[in-house]
């Protein structure tokens, strides 16, 4: 055999062989072994430990509802005039009674004061004619005057009578449409929206303030059918202000007795006491009282949350593990755990 011909055969060889020892020695044949033990986990420091049990608690349902005021107006005009000035804004407070715009009214003036100059004058026309007539009666009774002058003063007089009461209408209509140029707030309230500025146009009808009274507003709600149907007038609720983060007391004013189709729920409207803090529009949670249910509450304290998990802390054979909870409502210092926890089990806080 030659030296190529060895060379061949000893290649392949060699090759497993050093594959042999690798893995060997990746096996660790090399080295000394640990005899089989348990190895101990380190243990968690505890705090705190909380026995789960079952709690019976009132079931609260919530309604999607929203602030509104009971009196609200819109403010027009109810000429067309020119808007002169505007003496509030948006969230100031107003009394009934009281000037919000001026319109420009110089020509409603002028109106007036002929109206004014013209009856005076009808008057004294008039007031000849009724002295004209009382003389004319006298020489008539004295055989003084025909009856032609009589009927002549007497129509006359008649007439300007007519005459002068036309002129006091109209002196009054333009005394009324001169008092429309200056727009007086119809209720007592708060400002809400201010939709005109100085020197536009005031066309009647058209919207220039918007005003409600805050001690009007009240809760009204979306309630399911199911639930609408148990509620009764009188009755005492409570309301949420998400936004608020408040809690107020309510009480059910009126029940609308038709249901929307679509939505298959019934319109709820319930009063509240007046507080500075709330606004029409604000969304609010009407809390509906349902029956009683046991359920599983947990200190708050003992629940960790990272982003959108929970998970507490459970004592089992002397060792914490982690376990993951769903949860629902709070109650007070607790809450409530949906799923992840039985009754029975301890629960404990780390310390850190």
């Known amino acids: 055999m030659n ?3 060895l060379r061949k055969v000893i290649a392949p060889i060699g090759a497993v062989f050093i594959l042999v020892i690798s893995i060997a020695w990746m096996a660790g044949l090399f080295t000394d072994k640990v005899a089989p033990h348990e190895v ?3 243990k968690q420091p505890m705090g705190a430990t909380w026995q789960v049990e079952l709690s019976s608690v009132a079931k609260m349902e919530s309604a999607p509802a929203s602030l509104k005021a009971r009196e609200t107006t819109l403010i027009s005009s109810r000429i067309l005039a020119r808007i002169e000035k505007i003496n ?12 919000l715009i001026v319109l420009e009214n110089s020509g409603l003036k002028s109106q007036v004061a002929q109206a004014k100059s013209k009856l005076a004058s009808l008057q004294g026309t008039m007031e000849e004619a009724k002295n004209a007539l009382q003389r004319t009666q ?12 009589l009927e002549q003063a007497q129509a006359m007089f008649t007439r300007l009578s ?25 209720i007592a309230g708060r400002i809400v929206e201010r939709k005109a500025e100085p020197g536009n146009m005031a066309t009647p009808g058209q919207p220039l303030l918007a005003l409600y009274n805050p001690m009007s507003l009240l809760i009204e709600a979306d309630v399911r059918e199911a639930l609408a149907t148990q509620l009764s007038l009188g009755q005492q609720l409570s309301v949420y202000i998400d936004s608020l983060d408040m809690q107020i007391p309510a009480t059910i004013s009126e029940l609308v007795p038709a249901a929307d189709p679509n939505a298959h729920s019934f319109v709820v409207k319930a009063d509240i006491q007046f507080n500075e803090k709330l606004r029409p529009g604000m969304f609010a949670r ?7 249910e046991s359920v599983i509450l947990v200190p708050l304290e003992m629940v960790e ?14 060792q914490l593990s982690r376990r993951f909870v769903r949860l629902g409502e709070l109650h007070g210092d607790k809450i409530e ?3 992840g926890l039985k009754a029975g089990e301890i629960i404990s806080r780390v310390v850190k």
């Open 3 to 5: 030296s190529v011909t």
């Open 162 to 186: 007519g005459e002068v009461q036309t002129a006091t209408q109209a002196q009054k209509e333009a005394e009324v449409t001169l008092g429309y140029s200056t727009i007086l707030a119809p």
């Open 88 to 99: 509030v804004r948006a969230g100031d407070q107003v009394t009934q009674g009281m000037p």
């Open 40 to 42: 101990e986990k380190p």
């Open 286 to 292: 009407l809390q509906i009282p349902l029956d009683q």
């Open 305 to 318: 949350s990272f982003g959108q998990l929970d998970r507490v802390w459970v004592l089992n054979d002397h």
């Open 138 to 149: 006298n020489l008539k009774q004295q055989g003084l005057a025909a009856t032609a002058e």
């Open 337 to 339: 755990v949906i799923s």
